[in-house]
């Protein structure tokens, strides 16, 4: 199995500024995707991370709010832009190594997000 | 629109009984669910999953049950222990969304000594 490990684990930040979640898996991964778990409700898929070039992000998510790299197989970052305190949740990244049934997905420890 | 629904949002049991956590699911394209579980500030730990051209997976304790007509999965712990308390989530994967997971809302379990 996948070991991830995400960078910070916790983080209070100020409203309208800008927060990067980092997101390294001890193997190359074929796909990484990220989620929101906000207070209280279930994990949300924000988008999926695709190697060399844009994230395909899910309806209600946008780019610009959250603009997201993978420059290789190993390494994602997630950006939550111009926050709001409606923005305060746990931020997990994801990864699986090929077709699910042969190998599962793997999940980070999560970010906890609060905005002030 | 909830997809996967898990509508017991808590549980709680006796050590050394069974427990029985729930999930329905609504989309036909779903073909392969999943059971994780979840500690306070932990991510999700991948329990066991099921594909749906079986109606049965068991591993250890934790046996993952499928009834595809009835759109219904069940996760059996038998026998609970007090370290199973956690959140279980219940997710599902498919069709054109293959390999992203939609979540249920989760059953918090509590196994007492």
């Known amino acids: 199995s996948a070991v991830i490990s995400q960078k910070p684990s916790r983080d209070i930040c100020q409203r309208g500024t800008s927060l990067t979640i980092q997101c390294q898996v001890d193997?190359?991964?074929?796909?990484m995707f990220w989620y929101r778990q906000q207070p209280g409700q279930s994990l949300t898929l924000i988008a999926t991370?695709?190697?060399?070039?844009?994230?395909?992000?899910e309806s209600g998510f946008v780019i610009d709010k959250f603009p997201i790299s993978r420059p290789n197989l190993t390494f994602s970052t997630l950006t939550v832009s111009n926050m709001s305190p409606e923005d305060s949740s746990i931020y997990l990244c994801?990864?699986?190594?090929?077709?699910?049934?042969?190998?599962?997905?793997?999940f980070g420890q999560g970010t906890r997000l609060t905005v002030v | 629109d909830q997809q996967v629904k898990q509508n017991s949002p808590s549980l709680s049991v006796q050590e050394g009984r069974i427990s029985i956590l729930n999930c329905d699911y609504t989309?036909?394209?779903?073909?392969?669910f999943l059971w994780y579980k979840k500690y306070p500030a932990e991510g999700p730990t991948f329990l066991i999953s099921?594909?749906?051209?079986?109606d049965k997976n068991e591993d250890g304790r934790f046996t993952v049950f499928l009834n595809k007509s009835a759109k219904h999965l069940s996760l059996h712990i038998v026998p609970s222990q007090p370290g199973d308390s956690a959140v279980y989530f219940c997710?599902?994967?498919?069709?054109?969304?293959?390999?992203?997971?939609?979540f249920g809302q989760g059953t918090i379990l509590t196994v007492h000594p």
């Open positions: 994801s990864a699986t190594d090929g077709l699910l049934g042969n190998t599962e997905a793997f």
């Open positions: 099921i594909s749906s051209i079986k």
């Open positions: 989309n036909s394209m779903f073909d392969y």
């Open positions: 997710a599902a994967t498919g069709g054109t969304s293959y390999g992203k997971l939609t």
């Open positions: 193997s190359q991964v074929t796909m």
């Open positions: 991370a695709n190697q060399g070039s844009e994230a395909t992000y």
